[in-house]
């Protein structure tokens, strides 16, 4: 495979945009709006050249490159931590219960609270890849080299990560969510309210928006029934969170009522069982499994997959193909995760 996860750079932004209109619409992390996608390289390059190791508001975007032709086939991205410059709201679906005695009877009301519970986690999104690459594992590549680029910079990110998947959308474009909720208080429909999101982001809804409980019950019926669901494209997104560990623990989107996926930062599958290695040697050929890799610090970070050979005295062999990719020769250390 000739494919690896690196950082972006300038030379990224026409790739990276037109992916972005490939999406779809409501993919907040990837927005189809030029000057948008240019902040968010640039507050990449400034979060990949910050100096410490505490957690900040970085936000760090990857591309999926094939080395041989040098395409872009997609995309990534980490963020330190959120709420740092402003509250980061998410809606927990909680239950009220209220007893009469008189009556004899027990009421349970299911209610969504604005919550900022979330704040200080990091957190990983804008997965997106290009529509001719859906196979051969691809999508998990770009899924685990974010946990890998966290556990090789572990003191960079906070004690567990969430992960807000979209939610759903009607084949009008619309959502049933917004429609229900913030809509009403806004004056625009979805599509206008999901443009002005990606080039500002979520915080003019939270600024806006009522911040008493809100009875379910008083929704609409299919308002109700997309809360906490992702859009039908995010399923497999879904699945692959799952696998590393991620719950959905009722928190739920403002802006769409997409599924927030949350993990302890320590608990992630990757991160728990990926492994340290040195490179022993470099061959053209090795006779080995197939494994997940990543190396390098920063803007020197890199991740793919390559054949990998532990000999019974411990040496690391691995493909010249992949020390290049990585950057990496004998003596250096790398990430090793089976796929």
Request: with cysteine.
């Amino acid at each position: 495979m000739s494919f690896r996860v690196r950082p972006a750079g300038n030379d990224d932004f026409q790739a990276i945009y037109e992916m972005a209109k490939l999406t779809g619409g409501g993919f907040t992390n990837l927005p189809p709006d030029r000057g948008a996608l240019v902040e968010k390289i640039v507050r990449s390059q400034k979060s990949f050249a910050r100096v410490g190791d505490t957690p900040s508001d970085d936000m760090f975007l990857f591309v999926l490159e094939n080395v041989e032709t040098g395409q872009i086939r997609g995309t990534c991205q980490v963020f330190g931590t959120v709420g740092v410059h402003a509250p980061f709201y998410s809606y927990r679906i909680g239950t009220l219960t209220q007893t009469s005695q008189a009556l004899g009877k027990t009421f349970r009301a299911e209610m969504l609270n604005l919550s900022t519970d979330l704040e200080g986690s990091s957190e990983v999104g804008g997965l997106f890849l290009h529509p001719g690459e859906r196979a051969g594992g691809l999508g998990l590549l770009l899924a685990r080299s974010r946990y890998l680029f966290i556990k090789l910079h572990r003191e960079r990110f906070g004690k567990r990560v969430l992960a807000e998947l979209r939610g759903v959308i009607d084949e009008g474009g619309g959502s049933p969510f917004w429609d229900a909720i913030a809509g009403r208080f806004f004056g625009m429909n979805f599509q206008e309210a999901d443009e002005f999101n990606a080039a500002h982001g979520t915080q003019f809804i939270a600024d806006l928006m009522p911040k008493t409980p809100i009875y379910t019950a008083l929704l609409p019926e299919h308002a109700r029934a997309v809360m906490g669901v992702p859009h039908p494209k995010g399923r497999a997104a879904m699945k692959m969170l799952e696998k590393e560990g991620f719950q959905f623990d009722c928190y739920i989107d403002i802006f769409d009522g997409g599924p927030t996926m949350i993990a302890p930062t320590d608990q992630i599958r990757t991160v728990r069982e990926s492994k340290e290695m040195i490179v022993g040697a470099v061959a053209d050929a090795v006779d080995g499994p197939e494994l997940m890799l990543a190396a390098g610090r920063l803007t020197d970070f890199a991740s793919c997959c390559a054949n990998v050979q532990v000999a019974a005295d411990g040496e690391v062999t691995i493909t010249r193909k992949a020390a290049e990719m990585l950057g990496i020769g004998p003596g250096d250390s790398f990430l090793a995760m089976s796929r």
